[in-house]
């Protein structure tokens, strides 16, 4: 499950974010936000910064919500009204089509 989750973190590209919900589903974990969470104190180097809490927010307290903060700031992310702008910067997954299975069955 790490795995899985890691690797869409890494697939978060600069100026873009993912919430926590958006990564889980992404990995195919639906419901698995807090995972998501343990995923990302479990490694080193990740882009952490980038995933988000729901509606854009930054839920880490303290320093590390201000570090959070300026890295998406130096990265061009923009904020409204204390929460990061969604709509311009949530990263959006190309889902892979399934194989199409469906249209091959026999009659």
């Known amino acids: 499950m790490f795995a899985q989750i890691h690797k869409i973190v890494r697939s978060i590209p600069r100026g873009q974010v993912l919430t926590y919900g958006g990564v889980a589903r992404a990995a195919g974990f639906k419901r698995a936000a807090r995972q998501v969470v343990w995923a990302l104190r479990s490694a080193k180097g990740l882009p952490w910064h980038r995933v988000?809490?729901?509606?854009?927010?930054?839920?880490?307290?303290?320093e590390a919500g201000l570090e959070q903060r300026l890295r998406l700031q130096n990265e061009g992310v923009h904020f409204q009204g204390g929460v990061v702008d969604l709509a311009a910067h949530e990263f959006q997954i190309k889902r892979r089509r399934k194989a199409a299975t469906a249209r091959h069955k026999s009659k």
């Open 52 to 62: 988000v809490g729901a509606r854009g927010r930054i839920l880490l307290m303290g």
